[in-house]
């Protein structure tokens, strides 16, 4: 992209943002700053990307293989617009690095790694939630991976927008989809895509008369137009534990993943691989 296309783009990111930094200001009801993430819009199971602290091993190419992502979601503001039924809104910044390694059992080779930054707008009311956001990515190859392989890799850097819209009929099942739009993209030019997803939970049991769990099964469907719209597909099933009182939660799960490869440097890639993993609701 040009100079004048990225001076475009970075413009529209600061109004995009003044204006979200304005809406509280201007027509907010119990405004609060600093709240918990995820509570409009709950994090997404089975999305490979979704902003988390985890990590999954698994077979690939006959390797061992190993993710790990360490990400957060900070809440910045809150506050509501309406009376009767009101629609509750907050602003957050996310970041988290998601990287790969192939495991040997000596010294681990780090492969690649992914950079996200992302500015949502989430909102709910009742069973209805969205989530609208700006976001940057970028891909890097893995020093170990270039020496090993040769492969130097390409400029990877996205830029765009992205929304979701999610729908709770019941207590234990959750529906979204919702799709992206690419500002800027290196190197395919290709710049739409599309997300949808369902998620099944059980009621909150008692482990030990202490410890809460639930049970879930979460997919996630993607495509997108950068790779000729072929989908790639990711089921988990897991349990979530945690302690009385606390809204802190651990997650281990069993999943799935076929399709293209969720890492910018290998995005052409076809993968298809069983995975444990666990992951952390902070």
């Known amino acids: 992209m040009s100079c004048r296309g990225r001076s475009c783009t970075l413009r529209f990111c600061i109004s995009a943002a003044a204006l979200v930094l304005s809406v509280p200001v201007q027509a907010a009801q119990g405004y609060s700053v600093f709240p918990r993430p995820y509570e409009l819009f709950s994090r997404l199971l089975a999305d490979p990307r979704q ?45 988290m690095a998601y990287s790969r390694f192939r495991l040997n059992g000596g010294v681990n080779e780090f492969q690649t790694i992914d950079f996200f930054a992302n500015l949502p707008l989430e909102l709910r009311r009742e069973k209805v939630s969205g989530k609208f956001m700006l976001f940057h ?54 710049r739409p895509g599309l997300q949808a997803g369902l998620e099944l939970k059980s009621p909150d049991r008692k482990l030990f008369s202490k410890a809460p769990y639930c049970l879930y099964l979460g997919q996630d469907i993607q495509s997108r137009a950068s790779v000729s719209w072929n989908t790639s597909y990711r ?27 969720p890492f910018g440097q290998f995005f052409r890639r076809q993968e298809n691989h069983w995975d444990l993993g666990v992951s952390f609701d902070l």
């Open 137 to 190: 990515e970028s891909s890097h190859l893995g020093d170990d991976y270039i020496r090993h392989t040769g492969d130097q890799g390409f400029r990877y850097s996205l830029d765009g927008l992205k929304a979701l819209a999610s729908y709770e009929p019941a207590a234990a099942l959750r529906i979204y989809a919702g799709g992206f739009y690419l500002l800027h993209t290196v190197p395919s030019p290709h």
């Open 235 to 261: 089921t988990v099933f897991g349990v979530r534990l945690g302690l009385q009182e606390q809204r802190r939660f651990m997650r281990v799960h069993l999943g799935h993943y076929a399709g293209r490869s």
């Open 51 to 95: 902003i988390q602290i985890a990590a999954y091993y698994y077979r690939q190419d006959g390797d061992d293989t190993a993710d790990v992502a360490l990400g957060h979601s900070w809440g910045l503001t809150r506050w509501q617009t309406g009376d009767q039924s009101p629609w509750n809104w907050q602003w957050s910044v996310e970041g």
